[in-house]
T-cell receptor
Framework: GAVVSQHPSRVICKSGTSVKIECRSL??????MFWYRQFPKQSLMLMAT?????????EQGVEKDKFLINHASLTLSTLTVTSAHPEDSSFYIC??????????????FGEGSWLTVV | KQEVTQIPAALSVPEGENLVLNCSFT??????LQWFRQDPGKGLTSLLL?????REQTSGRLNASLDKSSGRSTLYIAASQPGDSATYLC??????????FGPGTRLSVLP
């Protein structure tokens, strides 16, 4: 079964509204989670690193105020796309390392979320 | 900064053929290398994970190799089937943190 759960898997929202995507680690604590974005026919690109109890670290070119990341607990990180526009339509996926930095560490991915802004 | 490339970008083969997908990376100081499969409109499916100390991994008809010195990994698919049609991504594990993904190879296996 899934070790990292992501919800919703698909969402359609109107332009100008906000949408929240959740990423949960189901049977382990994740102090760090990663958010990726994939535009059509392109590769997955790291957007930001979500850190439990502190601010997220954003990659260059990613707008902090548009893509709000909250990591309020050791098992949950949320990505909120604020004032969504059609160009934000994309595939968003999270990942969480089970034993970060340790040999044999396994990184689990969520199922991904398809966002369509109309 | 790690850069990952994949060749070919797209591949179309008749059913039953053996094929090789290539992945190249610029920084050999990697933790793990992982091959994923992505079906259209779907998420990622992990296929094979090769730890930095390993040279290859096998699962069924799939075999992945890793040569850190040359910065290359290959995914070998034996006796391809139409159900193998998907995009295949290789990714470097940045010391147990984030992944750096290649652009992918879009595979079509024709019946």
């Amino acid at each position: 079964g899934a070790v990292v759960s992501q919800h919703p898997s698909r969402v359609i929202c109107k332009s100008g509204t906000s949408v929240k995507i959740e990423c949960r680690s189901l049977d382990f604590q994740a102090t760090t989670m990663f958010w990726y974005r994939q535009f059509p026919k392109q590769s997955l690109m790291l957007m930001a690193t979500s850190n439990e109890g502190s601010k997220a670290t954003y990659e260059q070119g990613v707008e902090k105020d548009k893509f709000l990341i909250n990591h309020a607990s050791l098992t949950l990180s949320t990505l909120t796309v604020t004032s969504a526009h059609p160009e934000d339509s994309s595939f968003y996926i999270c990942s969480a390392p089970r034993d970060r930095g340790k040999p044999g560490n396994t990184i689990y991915f969520g199922e991904g979320s398809w966002l369509t802004v109309v | 900064k790690q850069e990952v490339t994949q060749i070919p970008a797209a591949l179309s083969v008749p059913e039953g053929e053996n094929l090789v997908l290539n992945c190249s990376f610029t920084d050999s100081a990697i933790y793990n290398l992982q091959w994923f499969r992505q079906d259209p409109g779907k998420g990622l499916t992990s296929l094979l994970l090769i730890q930095s100390s390993q040279r290859e991994q096998t699962s069924g008809r799939l075999n992945a190799s890793l040569d850190k010195s040359s910065g290359r990994s290959t995914l070998y698919i034996a006796a391809s089937q139409p159900g193998d049609s998907a995009t295949y991504l290789c990714a470097m594990d940045n010391y147990g943190q984030n992944f750096v993904f290649g652009p992918g190879t879009r595979l079509s296996v024709l019946p």
